[in-house]
T-cell receptor, first 113, second 109 residues
Framework: EAGVAQSPRYKIIEKRQSVAFWCNPI?????LYWYQQILGQGPKLLIQ????????DSQLPKDRFSAERLKGVDSTLKIQPAKLEDSAVYLC???????????FGQGTRLTVV | RKEVEQDPGPFNVPEGATVAFNCTYS??????FFWYRQDCRKEPKLLMS?????NEDGRFTAQLNRASQYISLLIRDSKLSDSATYLC??????????WGAGTKLIIKP
């Protein structure tokens, strides 16, 4: 079974530039999460989708971050404009309905300079 | 606010020793619980789900105490390869997952 796919793996941009990340979850997984993880910390939820609807985006900095999952399958996360403090690993995870475990992609390591 | 609390460590443990981690969660309505392992510069991977009756997988044992709202992970006969960060997770009825910050474990020869 294919895992969660994310791209790109690495990205370096200058502050105030924009960047987009892509995630393709495991086939059939209705729930999709985007997390931000800073070194030494646990994953911080940015947004959670259930199919193509948003369940929780309370911690998404909406002035600069946006995310969509138009067809309920793959998803994109965008940052515009980026700040230095956005440097982190952005993890996408997906999950079947119910109380099953979440599976993660390898993440995108973003460096803002 | 829903929270999951863990001791960040690091736990420095000699090879072969037994080590235990605890994790507390604030949402009494949490329904699912997991331990994940995260290696340096890698994504988190499921170590084990935690069931009400407790569960064991080889050298690893997980326990859930709903009354006190904590879960535990016990690692017996620790190996060098067990060195990693262990993340505690609690899930609720909206499929939300609340993550702890992780406990760093270092196994020394």
């Amino acid at each position: 079974e294919a895992g969660v796919a994310q791209s790109p793996r690495y990205k370096i941009i200058e502050k105030r530039q924009s960047v987009a990340f892509w995630c393709n979850p495991i086939s059939g997984h209705a729930t999709l999460y985007w997390y931000q993880q800073i070194l030494g910390q646990g994953p911080k939820l940015l947004i959670q989708f259930q199919n193509n609807g948003v369940v929780d985006d309370s911690q998404l900095p909406k002035d600069r971050f946006s995310a969509e999952r138009l067809k309920g399958v793959d998803s994109t996360l965008k940052i515009q404009p980026a700040k230095l403090e956005d440097s982190a690993v952005y993890l996408c995870a997906s999950r079947l309905q119910g109380n099953t475990e979440a599976f993660f992609g390898q993440g995108t390591r973003l460096t803002v300079v | 606010r829903k929270e999951v609390e863990q001791d960040p460590g690091p736990f420095n443990v000699p090879e072969g020793a037994t080590v235990a981690f605890n994790c507390t969660y604030s949402n009494s309505a949490s329904q699912s619980f997991f331990w994940y392992r995260q290696d340096c510069r890698k994504e988190p991977k499921l170590l084990m789900s935690v069931y009400s009756s407790g569960n064991e997988d080889g050298r690893f044992t997980a326990q859930l105490n709903r009354a006190s709202q904590y879960i535990s992970l016990l690692i017996r006969d620790s190996k060098l390869s067990d060195s990693a960060t262990y993340l505690c997770v609690a899930g609720d009825s909206n499929y939300q997952l609340i993550w702890g910050a992780g406990t760093k474990l270092i196994i020394k020869p």
